[in-house]
């Protein structure tokens, strides 16, 4: 089964659907997505996207708390990139359909999140993704030029590899000619050949036990990538969203938007008392890999399985108006929150890092782009700062699109690609090789490779992944391809890249925290011991 389009693009998040809007009056557009289009990291989005609105905020006062975030990593050049460009993107979404809150002034209600030295995050209560990918998606599906395919999973992208070439990590020139598709319910591959691909697969929280991250999330581009040799960086930047709600057994793990504690809830502990002064000065609003490993530190110190966020002291009716699925979900598993705390705990959110790109979301890979959380921009450095992501991916799929558009009309399928050859495969009847391998995976990574690492947990966690890896790959080779065995190989490959880059940085710096290149964070557990 063949398919022949101008533009692929494998992901139905903001990312993806906004590329595919901007370049579909050009090409034919297939959109590969391998749940339901609305299912994405997108839609679960809480808090808003930050942008710069009204005086007295500035795009210079956002550059720096994005650098400042970003502790060193960040590139300035990427970041005045973004921020210059944020106001034009959120007007975008706007003219798309997408609507944020309003003061009855009829200004935006801005809301403040961590590391934020100003009001700038646009909201749509406490439902923001949802409200943006119903408007992406309500434009995508009526545009005649754009189909999209839902529960469709893509493999691998095709390069010349595929042709018989042999590629290495110093082949110059590498090119992509689109992607092989599995449909699940055909056991079909499907070869999709493209002029230009976008990849929008988003992040990999799934590498981890807790994780707020929708079951999508399992690093399929990042991994893509990697195996066709292109370029992947910054793995070991994994942000930990502070507050998740504990509620063992729960996956993905609900998110606690730091909304909440822009709008005046605090951290406080079993007995009730504050700590985060005892870490930052900016207390619970404090850059959340610092309010992460805080909470961390809490729980080792104490033994508890959690902490509590406290909004009982804030405006009930305005509470309830604001963070209405909040409310709602805590009240469905008997918390109050306008009465009682919320029991939260740490939870794996965001993958900094992935596929390097440039100014115009260009890979290593010729004709091949990488926008949204699967892309590693330079935006973020080594932390992100909240609500910059789903900017982000605004900003640079309009980018991508307007390079990609520049190329387009100079560019042809590459028709010699071959089918997907699977010969000699049976079908794989033991699922337990494949949920039990998930399993010791997601362990290894959240005790070895979680909030706190050292040296010693990076290898025990090397070690063990080297022989799941092993065993996995053993499995792909001799199986007939289901989504799940190609997650988990997926989920492996990132793992390793998230290890092996954490070996490599030898301090701790943003969200990479080493007890062997200990820091504030260490002084504080030792004088409380
Ligand atoms: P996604 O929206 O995750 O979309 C990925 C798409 O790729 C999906 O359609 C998926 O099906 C598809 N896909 C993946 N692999 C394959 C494959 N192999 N084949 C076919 N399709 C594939 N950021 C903010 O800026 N502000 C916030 O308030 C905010 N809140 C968040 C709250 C939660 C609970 C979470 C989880 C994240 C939040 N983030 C927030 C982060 C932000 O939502 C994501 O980084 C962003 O939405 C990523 O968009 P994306 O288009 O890159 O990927
Ligand atoms: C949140 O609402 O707390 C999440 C914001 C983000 O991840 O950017």
């Known amino acids: 089964?063949?398919?022949?389009?101008?533009?692929?693009?494998?992901?139905?998040?903001?990312?993806?659907?906004?590329?595919?809007?901007?370049?579909?009056?050009?090409g034919k557009v297939l959109v590969i997505t391998k749940d339901h289009a609305e299912e994405t990291a997108t839609k679960y989005a809480q808090g808003g996207i930050a942008?710069?609105?009204?005086?007295?905020?500035?795009?210079?006062?956002?550059?720096?708390d994005t650098l400042i975030a970003g502790d060193g990593l960040c590139n300035e050049n990427i970041v005045r990139i973004?921020?210059?460009?944020?106001?034009?993107?959120?007007?975008?979404?706007i003219g798309w359909g997408a609507e944020f809150d309003k003061k009855e002034t009829g200004k935006y209600d801005l809301a403040r999140e961590g590391g934020h030295s100003e009001y700038r995050v646009l909201h749509h209560k406490d439902q923001t993704g949802w409200e943006i990918i119903r408007a992406l998606l309500h434009q995508a599906q009526n545009h005649p030029n754009i189909e999209i395919l839902e529960n469709h999973f893509a493999i691998d992208i095709i390069t010349q590899h595929h042709l018989g070439t042999k590629i290495t990590r110093l082949t110059k020139g590498i090119k992509c000619f689109g992607a092989y598709i599995l449909c699940p319910d055909s056991g079909k591959i499907l070869t999709v050949l493209s002029k230009i691909t976008l990849l929008a697969t988003g992040g990999a929280g799934n590498v981890y036990h807790v994780t707020t991250n929708p079951d999508v999330a399992t690093g399929d581009g990042i991994a893509m990538v990697y195996r066709a040799k292109g370029l992947v960086e910054n793995m070991e930047f994994v942000q930990?969203?502070?507050?998740?709600?504990?509620?063992?057994?729960?996956?993905?793990?609900?998110?606690?938007?730091?909304?909440?504690?822009?709008?005046?809830?605090?951290?406080?502990?079993?007995?009730?008392?504050?700590?985060?002064?005892?870490?930052?000065?900016?207390?619970?609003?404090?850059?959340?890999?610092i309010v992460a490993r805080a909470i961390d530190s809490e729980m080792i110190l104490s033994g508890d399985e959690y902490v509590y966020l406290d909004c009982t002291h804030l405006e009930k009716n305005s509470l309830i108006d604001h963070f209405p699925t909040i409310y709602a979900k805590c009240l469905s598993i008997g918390i109050n929150i306008?009465?009682?705390?919320?029991?939260?705990?740490?939870?794996?959110?965001?993958?900094?890092?992935?596929?390097?790109?440039?100014?115009?979301?260009?890979?290593?890979?010729?004709?091949?782009?990488?926008?949204g959380e699967c892309a590693s921009s330079g935006l973020h450095g080594a932390n992100r700062l909240a609500s910059n992501s789903l900017l982000e991916s605004a900003v640079f799929s309009h980018r991508a699109s307007q390079d990609a558009l520049l190329k387009i009309a100079h560019?042809?399928?590459?028709?010699?690609?071959?089918?997907?050859?699977?010969?000699?495969?049976?079908?794989?009847?033991?699922?337990?090789?494949?949920?039990?391998?998930?399993?010791?995976?997601?362990?290894?990574?959240?005790?070895?490779?979680?909030?706190?690492?050292?040296?010693?947990?990076?290898?025990?966690?090397?070690?063990?992944?080297?022989?799941?890896?092993?065993?996995?790959?053993?499995?792909?080779?001799?199986s007939v391809l289901t989504v799940k065995i190609c997650e988990l190989r997926n989920l492996i490959n990132v793992a390793y890249l998230i290890v092996k880059m954490a070996q490599q940085r030898k301090e701790s710096r943003g969200l990479h925290y080493s007890l062997d290149y200990s820091g504030k964070l260490e002084e504080i557990k030792n004088s409380r011991r």
């Not at 942008?51 to 720096?64: C, N």
């Not at 033991?430 to 040296?455: D, W």
């Open 338 to 371: 306008t009465r009682d705390r919320i029991p939260v705990v740490p939870a794996a959110h965001y993958l900094c890092g992935g596929i390097k790109t440039d100014e115009f979301a260009r890979t290593t890979i010729e004709n091949l782009y990488a926008s």
């Open 82 to 93: 973004a921020i210059t460009e944020s106001t034009e993107r959120v007007r975008e979404l």
């Open 411 to 478: 560019l042809s399928l590459c028709r010699e690609i071959p089918d997907w050859n699977a010969e000699g495969t049976v079908l794989n009847e033991e699922t337990i090789l494949i949920t039990q391998t998930m399993r010791e995976l997601q362990s290894t990574m959240t005790y070895y490779v979680g909030i706190v690492r050292s040296n010693l947990r990076l290898q025990r966690a090397l070690d063990r992944l080297a022989i799941i890896y092993r065993e996995t790959e053993e499995l792909y080779n001799r």
């Open 240 to 289: 930990f969203h502070p507050t998740s709600l504990f509620n063992p057994n729960e996956r993905p793990s609900f998110l606690i938007t730091e909304a909440l504690r822009g709008f005046g809830a605090v951290l406080t502990n079993r007995m009730g008392e504050e700590f985060m002064q005892r870490y930052d000065p900016r207390k619970s609003l404090a850059p959340r890999d």
């Open 1 to 26: 089964m063949r398919k022949e389009v101008d533009f692929l693009v494998i992901g139905s998040g903001i990312a993806g659907l906004s590329f595919a809007l901007k370049v579909a009056d050009h």
């Open 51 to 64: 942008a710069v609105m009204y005086s007295p905020d500035t795009y210079e006062k956002h550059i720096q």
